[in-house]
């Protein structure tokens, strides 16, 4: 084999080295993201996240965020999970995001606008057997696409899987 050719050819892997590491490396660093905003979550809604289910649903007329409990029979996290929607539809209502920023370690796409837009926005919590949900609606175009985008961000950060 010719030097050049040889050369070529470990600079060649080592360059696909180099990019594999990299990718090793953001991987890493977004498991870190994801389980520090597990933590600041679990501090900041009161409930244990392993213990619950999160979903974030996007509709016509905005969306709607869901948390149970896992387990049927536990009633500590289906009662902390019903006093934290309460809570943040008061707050939201209000336009305080200051929950969201704070697990997510920063402002969520969509809040200025849904701050702004608060008298437009509705939200509306509703127990449910094993947690409970909130409502989000609007009519106006802009505090909609707002709300779609604050929970297309949550469906990727909180990796639900949820469509979106």
Known sequence: M????????IALGMLACSAALAGVARAQEAEKHHCDMIARGNQGMGFDADKTTHHFFINPAG??????????ADSTSRDAIQHHLQHIAQRFKEGDFDIPAFVHDQ????????????ADITYEYV??????????????PEALAAIHEFLRFQIEEHRTGDKH
């Open 107 to 118: 402002v969520p796409p969509g809040v200025p606008v849904m701050k702004r837009l608060k």
């Open 127 to 140: 127990a449910t057997e094993r947690g409970g949900r909130v409502e989000i609606s609007t009519k106006n």
């Open 2 to 9: 010719k030097p050049v050719t040889r050369a070529f050819l």
């Open 63 to 72: 969306g709607t965020i869901e948390v149970s409990a896992n387990d049927p």
